[in-house]
């Protein structure tokens, strides 16, 4: 092999490698409902939310008409089969804006609104279980990594499916106000996240996060585009090891 080809083929090697490590980055999988975790919350003994049969899959037809919407894959149709993560979100009144969720896990999904962009500072976030083949809710709040249920944001008209690890619901929040000082305020940072979820003792898994958005979005805005921060460059942990290749071959070159 001649240098210009050695050269060549270091340069693809240390390419491949930094795909591989944005893939990995970006892989998402299904956790198992019964997995032991280290961050988990039990439900402390509050009124369940009642939840009735959602009859139809969740549609991305409104999205940028009249529903927000995000997704993971980018514009992947929650009506299909397949590992999508979709949620939409359209303003009924005030602060009440109603909610479509879709995603994969044999646990929960989940949809947070943070108030900054480091996530996980009380975090209002709404939870969509697999309860042994029907759906259960919880609202609740994540905290350093750590969903607590409380049960007490005012939720209505919660409707839910699941078919296999597929999870859908439906359901109208009152979301709080993103700051204190605005009479309305409905800029926030969107999450879609799953985890493992325990039917027997109600007990949710840390959120695995699925999509961030990168920036504070309005959630009364349906033509917001949200951009998942998750999806970014190869990490610097992975640059530097494509640079170890390369320089290793490099040198190979050389002798």
């Not at 050695?6 to 409902?33: I, K």
């Amino acid at each position: 092999m001649d240098n210009i080809s050695r050269l060549m083929f270091a340069v693809v090697m240390a390419m491949a490698y930094m795909a591989m490590g944005a893939e990995a980055q970006n892989t998402t999988m299904a956790p198992n409902s019964n997995a032991t975790m280290a961050n988990v919350t039990m439900a402390p003994n509050v009124t369940m939310t009642p939840v009735t049969a959602l009859m139809v899959n969740i549609s991305m037809a409104e999205c940028k008409k009249s529903q927000l919407c995000a997704a993971k894959p980018p514009d992947c149709d929650p009506a299909v089969a397949g590992s999508c993560f979709f949620v939409s979100i359209k303003k009924s009144l005030g602060q009440i804006f109603s909610f479509q969720l879709r995603g994969v896990s044999s646990g929960y999904i989940a949809v947070g609104l943070s108030k900054t962009s480091t996530q996980g500072q009380n975090d209002t976030t709404y939870v969509c279980a697999n309860n042994n083949g029907k759906v259960k809710f919880f609202t609740a709040l994540l905290d350093k990594g750590v969903l607590t249920i409380n049960n007490k944001l005012p939720v209505e008209s919660v409707k839910g499916s699941v078919n296999g690890q597929t999870i859908q619901c439906t359901f109208s929040a009152t979301v709080p106000n993103a700051t204190a000082t605005r009479s309305i305020d409905t800029n926030y940072y969107l999450s879609i996240s799953n985890g493992t979820f325990n039917s027997v003792t109600d007990t949710l898994g840390s959120p695995q996060a699925i999509l961030n958005s990168d920036k504070a979005v309005d959630l009364n805005d349906p033509n917001t585009t949200v951009l998942n921060s998750l999806n970014s460059a190869p990490s610097a942990f992975c640059l530097s090891q494509a640079l170890l290749i390369l320089i290793g071959v490099l040198g190979m070159m050389m002798l």
